[in-house]
């Protein structure tokens, strides 16, 4: 209650809107303060390749004290289709965000015209939230435009880089060469929470960061190269094991040479090192946060887009494809209510985060979500154990990446090979292909975790794997499951392609 007091502002104008503004609130609310929210969204961190191991600081202040989810998942392993699920709380056949290209959806015309309009910023703001944004927005955004709800916005033009860049800052072009973005994402956050503290503000705050780590092209801040040299990347059972049981992209690699294993290890290392920028920003913030005594009306999210392999299946360092390594993503969340330390098996969605931070709002959760609000399992975790109570059936959906321009002329082959992500580094290895395009049901229910896939190329391939018996997918199942089961998955596909809103959560 003391920050509510605390919190008036000095400008008697804006004081007395906020006034009102803050009645309004206390009515609706009735006497219940709003808390602050934050937001940490990494990039392409894995949990599987224990992605979460250069976070120390962030697993003492977020995870343990408060919980930590076992079984959190992106709904697409890409990019842009994750961060427009994570703002519109739908799956990503919804908001149409296909790709990481405008002619995908990634930052086009719907999604300014549909989307942006009615995302969670517009929502927090309508509930009084002063809202701050600061780092990667869109693979395609590219300044034209501060995004509807943002009190105070700098987004990142284009893909993650850590140097050398454009933000879009509050409506103006900034370029930086040689300030190191995730330093400069701290730092812009702190300013902002310093304000809003110092101007005595009423509302409650809303703060989304999103640091390029741990993307390509994996840059670590300079105090911490060489941090994990002595490091290689996780053998996992299928390190370097080509394997003809998968869809054809897999199916069809190679055993890795020495060098490209060697560059996987060199990747592996700085991905955790440029990590470690982002655990110095999140202690940071916390320890501002308890300073001035906002800690404990703040719910602190830490979660990433999508997952990353290293090596896995022989592919060698890429998401996109329905694997446990591209498709588990790190969520921790603590704040009021969540008990220290809570371990917590509920089987939750990027598409959740949304509807929960609403719930978190005391707003109503609109109708078009097709996300549901994982605060009951943070307020009363499950006891561990997979049965009943985590019945659940997520969708994840991808749609192959590639056109006649994707083709890498530095790589042998040509357009007609219809492949993408062909690069240099990896062995002219490509990551992606045309037909890589899939949908699958991440199933959990009483002593059942598994994930049943369908491609959506010339043979209809299947995938199917058992993770209670064979947590590295190692061997297909789908051709061993009785045809009615097979049948019933086949059924649980259609509808979830299909599902909007309530129907996506039968
Ligand atoms: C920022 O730069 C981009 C080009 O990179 C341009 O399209 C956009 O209009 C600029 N935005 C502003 C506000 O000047
Ligand atoms: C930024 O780009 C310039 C020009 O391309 C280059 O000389 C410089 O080394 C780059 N800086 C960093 C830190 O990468
Ligand atoms: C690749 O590395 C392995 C293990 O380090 C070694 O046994 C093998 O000889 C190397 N192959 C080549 C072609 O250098
Ligand atoms: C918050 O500050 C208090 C007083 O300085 C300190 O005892 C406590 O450990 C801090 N908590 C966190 C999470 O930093
Ligand atoms: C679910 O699991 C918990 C802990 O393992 C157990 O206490 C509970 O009885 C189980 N519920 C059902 C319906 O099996
Ligand atoms: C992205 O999706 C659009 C629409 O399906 C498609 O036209 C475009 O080629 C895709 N881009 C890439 C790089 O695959
Ligand atoms: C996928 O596309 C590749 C490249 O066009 C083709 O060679 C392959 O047969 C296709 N595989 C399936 C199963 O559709
Ligand atoms: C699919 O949807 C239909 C219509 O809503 C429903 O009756 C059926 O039970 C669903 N099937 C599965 C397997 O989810």
Known sequence: MENWFQRQHTSPALRALNLILSLSLLCLVSGYVLPNIVVILSDDQDVELHGMFPLQETMDLIGRAGAQFNNAYTSTPLCCPARASILTGQYAHNHRTTNNSISGGCNGQLWKTRSEPRALPVLLAERGYRTFYAGKYLNEFRGEHVPPGWTEFHGLHGNSRYYNYTLLQNGRNVSY?????????????????????????????????????????????????????????????????????????????????????????????KRWESLLAVDEMVSTLVALLNETQLLDNTYIVYTSDNGYHLGQFSQPFDKRQPYETDIRVPLLVRGPGIAKGSDIQSV????????????????????????QSFNENLLKPLPSGINETYKRHLLIEYWGEGNYKTYNPECPGSPKDRLAQCTTDADCHCQDAWNNTY?????????????????????????????????????????DLLPIERALYGIMLQNLTKCSGHSCNL
């Open 177 to 269: 060469t040689d300030t190191y973005l995730t330093d400069l994402i701290s730092d812009l956050a702190v300013d902002f929470i310093q304000q809003e503290v110092q101007w005595k503000r009423m509302n409650p705050f809303f703060v989304m960061l999103a640091p390029p780590a741990a993307h390509a092209p994996y840059t670590p801040a300079p105090r911490h190269e060489g941090t994990f040299a002595k490091w290689k990347a996780l053998r996992t059972p299928s390190f370097n094991v080509p394997t003809k049981d998968k869809h054809w992209l897999v199916g069809s690699s190679k055993v890795l040479p020495n060098e490209t294993i060697a560059t996987i290890d060199k990747y592996f290392q």
């Open 439 to 479: 949908a699958c049901v991440r199933d959990f229910q009483y002593k059942v975790d598994r994930i049943y896939c369908e491609f959506r190329d010339t043979e209809n391939t299947l995938e199917a794997y058992d993770l209670k018996e064979d947590p590295y997918q190692m061997k297909n199942i789908a051709y």
């Open 348 to 371: 939750v969605s990027l598409i959740d985060l949304a509807p929960t931070i609403l719930t978190w709002a005391n707003a109503l959760i609109p109708s078009y979500m097709d996300g």
